[in-house]
């Protein structure tokens, strides 16, 4: 059974950072694309960024590039996702999420079919 759970949200000021970490199991992380998107409610799930272990390639979004980064543990089975310069508008609840396709179906990561509970994030101004 495929897993993903996802840790490290909270409350930070803005111009603060965060690391949330995605663990995942039951599918061969190391083939693996797995993507990290944002949701605040009300509003449509927004993507942030994906990597593929496979090709060891990445993508992040425009309203995060320069300051949000991804990158895998292989040892770990976990995906990162390194969040600086936090603004407010990043406030919202983290998913990671993956699929059985080995790349990042860019722009926008469509496709995942296993989905973590998420993490909250709050950004205060």
């Known amino acids: 059974e495929v897993q993903l759970v996802e840790s490290g949200g909270g409350l930070v000021q803005a111009g603060g950072s965060l690391t949330l970490s995605c663990a995942g199991s039951?599918?061969?992380?190391?083939?693996?694309?797995i993507g990290w998107f944002r949701q605040v409610p009300g509003k449509e799930r927004e993507a942030v960024a994906c990597?593929?272990?496979?090709?060891?390639?990445?993508d992040i979004q425009d309203s995060v590039k320069g300051r949000f980064t991804i990158s895998s543990d292989y040892a770990k089975n976990t995906v990162y996702l390194r969040m600086n310069s936090l603004k407010p508008e990043d406030t919202g609840i983290y998913y990671c999420?993956?699929?059985?396709?080995?790349?990042?179906?860019?722009?926008?990561?469509?496709?995942?079919?296993?989905w973590g509970k998420g993490t909250p994030v709050t950004v205060s101004s």
């Open positions: 999420a993956t699929e059985d396709l080995a790349i990042c179906r860019v722009p926008d990561y469509y496709g995942m079919d296993y």
């Open positions: 039951g599918f061969t992380f190391a083939d693996a694309a």
């Open positions: 990597i593929s272990n496979m090709n060891h390639k990445t």
